[in-house]
Structure formats: C-alpha cells, structure tokens
C-alpha cells in the first residue's frame, strides 16, 4: 500500500465529514486508506462515520488521550509506505497527494513533507514553514519581535528543505517515524509536530515544504485561540526547549516567564463581524441552489453556472459571500478560488446536506444544514 492518511478528530463532526470526502477524491488513483481516530468526542462525529463511511477504520478512543499518543496509536495501524498525518479542519485538493507522492519517491533521504496552508478565507498560514525555535528565537517570538526567524524565509509557492513542519499535513514515510518513535507523548496538545520534525532532523533525514500545492486548514476549528491555547502552547514550547537544548539561565528563565506570563495577558478571540450584502452560489444545479439560497437571504443570492461568468460576475463585487458547490466546482479549483481572496468563503462538499467555511483563522467557523426541498 502506498498511502495512510491518519485523521485525528475532536467535536468536529461537518468539518471532520468534509475532510474526508475531500481525501477519498484525492487518493480515488491511489493504493490509500484513512484511518480516523477520534478522542472522545461529545459529538456524534463517530456516529457519522459508522454510518456515512462504514469501509474506512475507526478507532473510538473511550477518552481524549491527546494528539500525540492517538496518532501514534493509528499509525501502528497503518498498512502503507507512507503515512499522512492530517487535522480534521482541512481540505485537500484532488491532486495533493499524488503530487507529494512523486515528490517524495524522487527525493533521497527524505524526512516529512508539509505543503502550503492556507485558511478559511483564503490567506497563507505562515507556519507551514518554520525554523528550529531556539532558545534565541523563542524569546523573541514570546516578545512579539516580527524578526524573530519563527518562520522560514522560503517563498510560500517554493519548493525547499525546511526544518520545521506543521502537525495538520505532515507526509512522511512509516519508517522515518517509527525511526524516531512518532510523536512525543510527554506533549499532549501543540509542540508534537515541533518535536517530531527536530527528531527527524536530528536523526539525519531532511523536512521539506511542497509549495505547489495548497490545502485548506480552518484551523481555528481544531482548537480556539484563547488563554487557553496560550497557556497550552507556551507550555509545550518550554518542555521542547528542556529535551533539546543545553540549560542556560538567561533563556531558562525567559521562556519559563514567556510561558507563565504570555497567557495571562493573551486576550480572548472575538467573533468576526462581517456584512454581506450578496451570496454567490457557484453551481449547475437548480435544486442545490434553492437549498442553499434557502438557509441564506433568498432576495441576495445570486446563481452562477459557469466558472467563466463567475469571475466577470465577482468583478468589483464588494462584501460578497460565494458559496462553492462541490458537486461543480472540484475542491483544487475551490482552493484556488480561496486563494484569489474575494470574500468569504463556504462549500458544500460533494454527497453532503450541509455547508461550511470559517471567515477567520482564530474563530470558530461556520456550518448551515441544508433543508430537503
């Protein structure tokens, strides 16, 4: 088998549905599986997948271990070569994996790939490249220096080594992480894909980032950026720097005050205001517009039933929602429509009765169920 992808998902069930659907259309040319592991969920996301997806493998942990152990729990599962670890909050485009898969056969001493993430509204997530956080860079990243060397300089449609990936798309193959014993489970949220991608450096593989092709990564879905998150991160930062650099006073110190005091003054998200005054709803179908036009305000949707009118459509818009029907518009080119940064964004995933999107990588997205005509 050529290809595992590991989804690991907590409460994220319509998000958790469209991850999947958008990876069955990606490894449809692929000997692949998916293996979904969820941590406990209160949601019926494990009640979804028996019964939407009974032929993909499902492990129903009884609590939430953390993303570390339920990761390292599904890759001893995993029948192929290589393994993709994959947040539920994503979508891939139909040709990500292939791509990656070429790249990773024709390079020698492969360590982990990642590719470029993006958000719900269509902006670059810088952490899709990132360096080593020394105890140097940590400190001026905990300071708030923008020219701290947190983040790669590596143009974001490059292809180059890199030498740290993010846990939401990490590919690499089974062995390099089953060399470096997986994920560290002394971290139980963030500082995982840190750590593993230092291992696998450290153990003389190289990390690349894939620039060519872009993956959607809601992000803000996965995990709320509060003082919670702060506290949670700073933390894994501060055990990260413990296991791999040689004690000093001055940074000890620092990171250890970085990590105590930055949650303390971190503010809570906010929802994001945002005013639409039209809905454009990309599709071929006069029954899925209706659905769609229903659950939005009917007098402001407008339908567009070819991807050409569509752009002449959107032209000046301003303060526009577009609403991309999978069953028309595959997930590469919704992906590349997200890219152009129009609006805001929301799809409806193929074989699917509901949308989603997310207007802001820090908040919460969005899901509207369709009603049946």
Same mark, same amino acid.
């Given at each position: 088998?050529?290809?595992?992808?590991?989804i690991?998902?907590?409460?994220?069930?319509?998000?958790?549905?469209?991850?999947?659907?958008?990876?069955?259309a990606?490894?449809?040319?692929?000997?692949?599986?998916?293996?979904?592991?969820?941590?406990?969920?209160?949601?019926?996301?494990?009640?979804?997948?028996?019964?939407?997806?009974p032929?993909?493998?499902?492990?129903?942990?009884?609590e939430?271990?953390?993303?570390?152990?339920?990761?390292?729990?599904?890759v001893?599962?995993?029948k192929g070569?290589?393994?993709?670890?994959?947040?539920?909050?994503?979508?891939?485009?139909?040709?990500? *994996?292939?791509?990656?898969?070429q790249?990773?056969?024709?390079?020698?001493?492969?360590g982990?790939?990642?590719?470029?993430l993006?958000?719900?509204?269509?902006?670059?997530?810088?952490?899709?490249?990132?360096?080593?956080?020394?105890p140097?860079?940590?400190?001026?990243k905990?300071?708030?220096?923008?020219?701290?060397?947190?983040?790669?300089?590596?143009?974001? +449609?490059?292809?180059?080594k890199?030498?740290?990936?993010?846990?939401?798309?990490?590919?690499?193959?089974?062995?390099?992480y089953?060399?470096?014993?997986?994920?560290?489970e002394?971290?139980?949220?963030?500082?995982?894909?840190?750590d593993?991608?230092?291992?696998?450096?450290?153990a003389?593989?190289q990390n690349?980032?894939?620039?060519?092709?872009?993956v959607?990564?809601?992000?803000?879905?996965?995990?709320?950026?509060?003082?919670?998150?702060?506290?949670? *991160?700073?933390?894994?930062?501060?055990?990260?720097?413990?296991?791999?650099?040689?004690? +000093?006073?001055?940074?000890d110190?620092?990171?250890?005050?970085?990590?105590?005091?930055?949650?303390l003054?971190?503010?809570?998200?906010?929802?994001t205001?945002k005013?639409?005054?039209k809905?454009i709803?990309?599709?071929?179908?006069?029954?899925?517009?209706?659905?769609?036009?229903?659950?939005?305000?009917p007098?402001?949707?407008?339908?567009?039933?070819?991807?050409?009118? *569509?752009?002449?459509?959107?032209?000046?818009?301003?303060?526009?929602?577009?609403?991309?029907d999978?069953?028309?518009?595959?997930?590469?080119?919704?992906?590349q429509?997200?890219?152009?940064? *129009?609006?805001?964004?929301?799809?409806?995933?193929?074989?699917?009765?509901?949308?989603?999107?997310?207007?802001?990588s820090?908040?919460?997205?969005?899901?509207?169920?369709l009603?049946?005509?």
């Open positions: 088998m050529q290809l595992s992808v590991i690991l998902n907590y409460n994220v069930r319509y998000f958790l549905e469209a991850c999947v659907r958008s990876v069955q990606a490894i449809t040319t692929l000997d692949a599986e998916i293996i979904v592991v969820d941590n406990n969920s209160p949601d019926d996301s494990c009640e979804m997948m028996r019964n939407t997806f032929e993909i493998q499902l492990l129903a942990n009884t939430n271990v953390g993303f570390a152990k339920a990761n390292n729990q599904a001893q599962l995993a070569e290589y393994v993709c670890i994959l947040n539920p909050d994503t979508i891939v485009a139909e040709d990500t *994996f292939t791509q990656l898969l790249f990773a056969d024709a390079t020698e001493n492969l982990s790939i990642g590719c470029k993006i958000d719900g509204s269509g902006k670059f997530l810088p952490e899709s490249k990132r360096n080593i956080p020394t140097m860079v940590s400190v001026k905990i300071l708030g220096n923008k020219n701290s060397g947190y983040y790669s300089s590596l143009e974001e +449609n490059e292809i180059g890199i030498d740290i990936l993010v846990g939401a798309f990490m590919l690499m193959k089974k062995e390099v089953d060399a470096v014993g997986g994920f560290d002394d971290y139980f949220m963030y500082g995982e894909d840190i593993l991608s230092y291992k696998i450096k450290k003389g593989f690349y980032y894939y620039g060519k092709t872009s959607i990564h809601y992000k803000g879905e996965s995990t709320l950026k509060d003082k919670t998150y702060a506290k949670r *991160f700073y933390g894994a930062m501060q055990l990260f720097y413990k296991k791999h650099f040689k004690r +000093n006073l001055v940074y110190v620092a990171v250890t005050l970085g990590a105590r005091l930055i949650p003054v971190s503010p809570s998200e906010t929802s205001k005013e639409v005054q809905y709803i990309v599709s071929d179908s006069a029954e899925r517009f209706k659905q769609i036009q229903a659950v939005y305000h007098k402001n949707c407008v339908q567009v039933e070819n991807l050409g009118h *569509f752009f002449r459509q959107i032209e000046g818009e301003k303060n526009i929602e577009i609403i991309l999978n069953h028309f518009v595959d997930m590469k080119d919704s992906i429509i997200f890219e152009k940064q *129009f609006g805001y964004y929301k799809i409806l995933p193929k074989n699917s009765t509901f949308i989603v999107g997310s207007d802001s820090k908040n919460r997205g969005e899901v509207r169920l009603s049946e005509l």
